[in-house]
T-cell receptor
Framework: DAGITQSPRYKITETGRQVTLMCHQTWSHSYMFWYRQDLGHGLRLIYYSAAADITDKGEVPDGYVVSRSKTENFPLTLESATRSQTSVYFC?????????????FGPGTRLTVL | AQTVTQSQPEMSVQEAETVTLSCTYDTSENNYYLFWYKQPPSRQMILVIRQEAYKQQNATENRFSVNFQKAAKSFSLKISDSQLGDTAMYFCAFGGATNKLIFGTGTLLAVQP
């Protein structure tokens, strides 16, 4: 148990719709991350958060919005979904503030945009 | 910017044999960390092994060991006595001055009975 849950596990939506993927943690991870996994690209960082109300862009932030009003929740919103956002999304967290700290991953959400 | 390269998209190994997965990286930082993550068909990301760049000794975790060559910026993973449960996608990752991880594109390992 990595202490991170994601919901939903699977989601199908249509182009142009707003979608929110939820991430909840129970281990008091200070840092939290959103990645997308695509074949041939590995995992790419979308956004991350160092603490409540502190967020920053990763490698592929366009088309996504995040918030972190509470330490335990880190939702990812696709404001107007596009087919290119079809992917598997992972939320991750790390307890420490040093880069050697292991990142713990949630089970992932498979999103399909039609 | 840091980059991580895994040049072997797919590999296959017979059960009980040894296999080595390759990873190279590029960075100008001197202090950093390297990781191998395993992703089985369940999709869960699992940390396999971690290496601190300031340590010359290669990390080992049971059947898993690394060959860390700092000057060559190489970080390969050796799996000994391969088991069917080792079948998975393996990702190499770099952790530097920030808390962000940079992942390679992955190597899909199939362990054959």
């Amino acid at each position: 148990d990595a202490g991170i849950t994601q919901s939903p596990r699977y989601k199908i939506t249509e182009t142009g719709r707003q979608v929110t993927l939820m991430c909840h943690q129970t281990w008091s991870h200070s840092y939290m991350f959103w990645y997308r996994q695509d074949l041939g690209h590995g995992l790419r960082l979308i956004y991350y958060s160092a603490a409540a109300d502190i967020t920053d862009k990763g490698e592929v932030p366009d088309g996504y919005v995040v918030s972190r009003s509470k330490t335990e929740n880190f939702p990812l919103t696709l404001e107007s979904a596009t087919r290119s956002q079809t992917s598997v999304y992972f939320c991750a967290g790390t307890a420490g503030t040093a880069s050697y700290n292991e990142q713990f991953f949630g089970p992932g959400t498979r999103l399909t945009v039609l | 910017a840091q980059t991580v390269t895994q040049s072997q998209p797919e590999m296959s190994v017979q059960e009980a044999e040894t296999v080595t997965l390759s990873c190279t990286y590029d960075t100008s930082e001197n202090n950093y960390y390297l990781f191998w993550y395993k992703q089985p068909p369940s999709r869960q990301m699992i940390l396999v092994i971690r290496q601190e760049a300031y340590k010359q000794q290669n990390a080992t975790e049971n059947r898993f060991s690394v060959n860390f060559q700092k000057a060559a910026k190489s970080f390969s993973l050796k799996i000994s006595d391969s088991q069917l449960g080792d079948t998975a996608m393996y990702f190499c990752a770099f952790g530097g001055a920030t808390n962000k991880l940079i992942f390679g594109t992955g190597t899909l390992l199939a362990v054959q009975p």
